[in-house]
C-alpha cells in the first residue's frame, strides 16, 4: 500500500481541516485535523526530516536548517498540485465519516529507531511472539510489504547490504531478514551463529551440508 494523493480542504461549519488519503490501492482515509492537531503535526513533521542522517549528523545548526529547507524545496518540486483528487469509488476502511484526530504518534523512538505496536507485529511477521530459540521468528509473511524506499541511511556498515542470514537485500528491505527469502536456517536465540553459517544461506543447502562437515 502506497500513498496515493492528499487532499486538504477547511471545512466553515466545523472550522476543522478535513483532510482526505486515498491510497494506491483503493483506500482512502477522512480525518478532521483541528488547530491543536495541526500545532501537534508540525513540530513533529520537522522532527521526521531533521531525524535523516544527512541532517542529523551535521554538527552545524545552521547547516542543518538549511538541509531541511532544500528538502522542503525537493518536496515541492516533486509533488503534483496540477492533477485534481479523484473522487471515485474506494473502500473507506475508517467509515464514511471523519474521524477526529486527538492524538499524533509516529513510528520511531527517540533513538530514531523504527517502532511499531506489539499487537500489529503478527500481521507481518511469522512468530514475533515466540521465545529465542523456541518459535520465534522474524521473517515476513508471505504478502506482507516491507518499506518501498530504504528507511535507514547505512550504506556505510559493513555488510548493510545483508540480512541476518548472508542473504542479498533488495531495495526498501528492512528488518532481520530480506522480503521473500526461505525460512531461516538459523532461527534467532541466545547463542553466537555457528561461523560455518554466516554467508551461506545463498549458497544452498550443498555449501551447508559441507560447511558443517568442516566445523567438525
Known amino acids: 500500500m502506497r500513498l496515493h494523493q492528499l487532499k486538504l ?12 488519503v ?21 513540530p513533529l513533521l520537522l522532527k521526521i526530516v531533521r531525524s535523516s542522517p544527512e541532517i542529523a549528523l551535521q554538527s552545524n545548526p545552521q547547516a542543518r536548517d538549511a538541509l ?19 473522487e471515485t469509488p474506494r473502500e473507506l476502511p475508517l467509515g464514511p465519516e471523519p474521524i477526529l484526530v486527538t492524538r499524533i ?11 511499531g505496536s506489539q499487537e500489529s507485529a503478527p500481521r507481518y511477521l511469522a512468530a514475533p511472539g515466540g521465545a529465542p ?16 524506499t530504504p528507511v535507514l541511511d547505512v550504506a556505510d556498515l559493513p555488510d548493510s547490504g545483508l540480512d541476518f542470514e548472508g542473504r542479498s537485500r533488495g531495495g526498501g528491505d528492512v528488518g532481520a531478514y530480506a ?16 561461523a560455518f553459517l554466516a554467508g551461506q544461506a ?4 550443498k555449501a551447508l551440508l559441507k560447511g558443517r562437515a568442516t566445523a567438525r
Open 105 to 115: 504518534r509516529t513510528n520511531k523512538d527517540d533513538g530514531g529507531n523504527l517502532v
Open 9 to 20: 480542504d477547511f471545512i466553515p461549519e466545523q472550522d476543522r481541516l478535513l483532510l482526505r
Open 133 to 148: 530459540g523456541a518459535g520465534l521468528d522474524l521473517s515476513w509473511r508471505p504478502g506482507a510489504r516491507k518499506a518501498p
Open 22 to 42: 486515498s491510497t494506491d490501492n483503493q483506500l482512502e482515509m477522512r480525518l478532521w485535523l483541528t488547530r491543536r492537531a495541526l500545532r501537534l503535526l508540525w
Open 179 to 194: 522480503a521473500g527469502a526461505p525460512r531461516p536456517v538459523w532461527p534467532l536465540q541466545l547463542a553466537r551463529k555457528p
Open 68 to 86: 531541511v529547507g532544500m528538502q522542503h524545496e525537493r518536496a515541492l518540486r516533486q509533488a503534483n498540485f496540477a492533477n485534481p483528487f479523484e
Open 202 to 205: 545463498e549458497a544452498g543447502p
